[in-house]
């Protein structure tokens, strides 16, 4: 992992950069198609045909939607065929190990494990393409003309491994008509280091503090536990808006905005806030491709409480093939109903400091779920949050915090928009291009630093 990120940041980027601005515009679809194989084909040689048959097989149905466009039937037909198919080799490929074991619950049965590899981003590539799909059906998109240019949206790389999702209609203009100017890959280089920092810096700081204290949750005391779940917290922060940062930027390098998938979320005041700020991009594609579609609020409370467990149900599903993801998802889905129709009046009368700690708690519990995919070692964990038989905090547990509490601190403060505000303060300053070239060659040079120091440097959503 670690060779592979410094073969990407100093190899394959540059190349791939340099290649891209010297081909004529009209062959860079062409080049970017070509390159997005490669790239995905690095770490998946076999798979990469999987991904091939999607973007196919996808084109050819908003092509069949949009042809019948006058046939209500047969373009609903293809809709529906094509989602099936979609949602058919997710499950395949995803979901077919957690039915097994499943099914194999049950006393009478005892069906062999199947091992089928999981494709990185199979989840981000195949909600993209069905948002295609539709919103072709819907007329909410243009039908995508060139094979090509829908392969290109579906494997681009920036954002192809982790998202954020992309819908075909936010870009579809840019395939064609995107300009690329000095500004704008300036930009997407500020904000790919910016990135960049996040994950090295931060993230993989984070990761090692959660693994040292998860490795024995038992042995460190109550606030040894909470300070394991505060590192996981911040890690998973910091690890998935760090590549959402790395891809806008690198999309910004080659001509293309996505929208924001983060926006501080760990300064919102409810639950219902923090969804609206914690990776956007999933929720508002099962806003708009599911809950509105089941109804959304239109039939009634009871109906609008169905259609929200489903939706955040589906949530924990999408994160991954454990119950524990489906516990997740339906425990902020109960919290979003409880906060929308019992206690939204009474948080707004707290003062903000108080719904900012109303809000972390239940968000920390929310990770502590997220983490532990036994559920066993769940329920323990949770145990051992509230447990003070087994003391305040060891003396291993109160030596890690102490050693990693400087990068905590750092972490906090930079899961907050106080550094932007600050930065904002100076975008009229003459010399702020100055200062701002020497801080992203500065977190380059730090992170290359740490990539060739560090053996642990995961990304967390890779396995989505």
């Known amino acids: 992992m670690v060779f592979s990120s410094l073969v990407f940041l100093f190899a394959y980027l540059p190349l791939t950069l340099l290649i891209y601005y010297i081909t004529p515009p009209i062959g860079r679809n062409i080049f970017l198609f070509i390159v997005n194989l490669i790239f995905y084909g690095w770490g998946e040689p076999t798979l990469v045909l999987l991904m091939v048959f999607n973007i196919f097989f996808n084109y050819l149905g908003g092509y069949f939607v949009d042809k019948y466009r006058s046939d209500q039937k047969k373009s609903k037909l293809f809709l529906i065929l094509t989602c099936v198919l979609d949602i058919g080799i997710l499950a395949v490929f995803k979901y077919t190990g957690m039915l097994v074991d499943t099914v194999n619950l049950l006393p009478f049965l005892n069906i062999p494990s199947l091992k089928i590899s999981l494709p990185i981003g199979i989840s981000f590539y195949t909600f993209q393409t069905m948002s295609y799909v539709i919103d072709v059906y819907r007329n909410d998109a243009p039908v995508s003309k060139s094979f090509i240019g829908f392969g290109t949206y579906v494997a681009l790389f920036p954002q192809l491994i982790a998202g954020p999702i992309v819908r075909y209609r936010d870009v579809a203009y840019q395939l064609d008509h995107r300009v690329e100017t000095l500004d704008r890959f300036t930009k997407g280089v500020k904000l790919f280091c910016v990135g960049l920092g996040k994950k090295v810096l931060i993230a993989n700081q984070m990761g090692a503090l959660t693994s040292a204290m998860f490795g024995h949750p038992d042995e460190n005391g109550v606030l040894g536990t909470w300070v394991g779940i505060a590192a996981y917290t911040l890690q998973i922060y910091f690890d998935f808006s760090g590549y959402s940062d790395m891809a806008c930027g690198l999309g910004?390098?080659?001509?293309?905005?996505?929208?924001?998938?983060?926006?501080?979320?760990?300064?919102?005041?409810?639950?219902?806030?923090?969804?609206?700020?914690?990776?956007?991009?999933?929720?508002?594609?099962?806003?708009?491709?599911?809950?509105?579609?089941?109804?959304?609020?239109?039939?009634?409370?009871?109906?609008?409480?169905?259609?929200?467990?489903?939706?955040?149900?589906?949530?924990?599903?999408?994160?991954?093939?454990?119950?524990?993801?489906?516990?997740?998802?339906?425990?902020?889905?109960?919290?979003?109903?409880?906060?929308?129709?019992?206690?939204?009046?009474?948080?707004?009368?707290?003062?903000?400091?108080?719904?900012?700690?109303?809000?972390?708690?239940?968000?920390?519990?929310?990770?502590?779920?997220?983490?532990?995919?036994?559920?066993?070692?769940?329920?323990?964990?949770?145990?051992?949050?509230?447990?003070?038989?087994?003391?305040?905090?060891?003396?291993?547990?109160?030596?890690?915090?102490?050693?990693?509490?400087?990068?905590?601190?750092?972490?906090?403060?930079?899961?907050?928009?106080?550094?932007?505000?600050?930065?904002?303060?100076?975008?009229?300053?003459?010399?702020?291009?100055?200062?701002?070239?020497?801080?992203?060659?500065?977190?380059?040079?730090?992170?290359?630093?740490?990539?060739?120091?560090?053996?642990?440097?995961?990304?967390?959503?890779?396995?989505?």
């Open 252 to 464: 910004n390098m080659l001509g293309f905005e996505f929208l924001k998938n983060f926006d501080y979320p760990y300064i919102s005041k409810s639950i219902t806030d923090f969804w609206r700020r914690w990776h956007i991009s999933l929720s508002t594609w099962f806003k708009e491709y599911v809950y509105i579609p089941l109804g959304g609020n239109r039939k009634g409370m009871k109906r609008q409480i169905i259609n929200l467990l489903i939706v955040w149900g589906l949530t924990g599903l999408w994160h991954g093939a454990s119950y524990n993801f489906i516990f997740w998802g339906l425990y902020y889905g109960g919290l979003l109903i409880l906060e929308k129709f019992v206690l939204k009046k009474w948080l707004d009368r707290l003062p903000t400091a108080v719904q900012h700690i109303y809000t972390i708690f239940i968000v920390m519990i929310g990770w502590g779920l997220f983490y532990f995919t036994d559920v066993g070692q769940l329920f323990n964990f949770m145990g051992d949050l509230f447990n003070f038989g087994n003391g305040l905090i060891s003396q291993s547990a109160l030596s890690l915090t102490l050693s990693y509490l400087p990068i905590m601190i750092i972490a906090g403060v930079a899961s907050t928009p106080l550094a932007a505000k600050y930065y904002a303060r100076f975008s009229g300053w003459k010399y702020l291009w100055i200062a701002e070239t020497a801080f992203c060659a500065l977190i380059l040079f730090v992170s290359t630093a740490c990539l060739v120091r560090q053996s642990y440097n995961p990304f967390l959503y890779f396995r989505f």
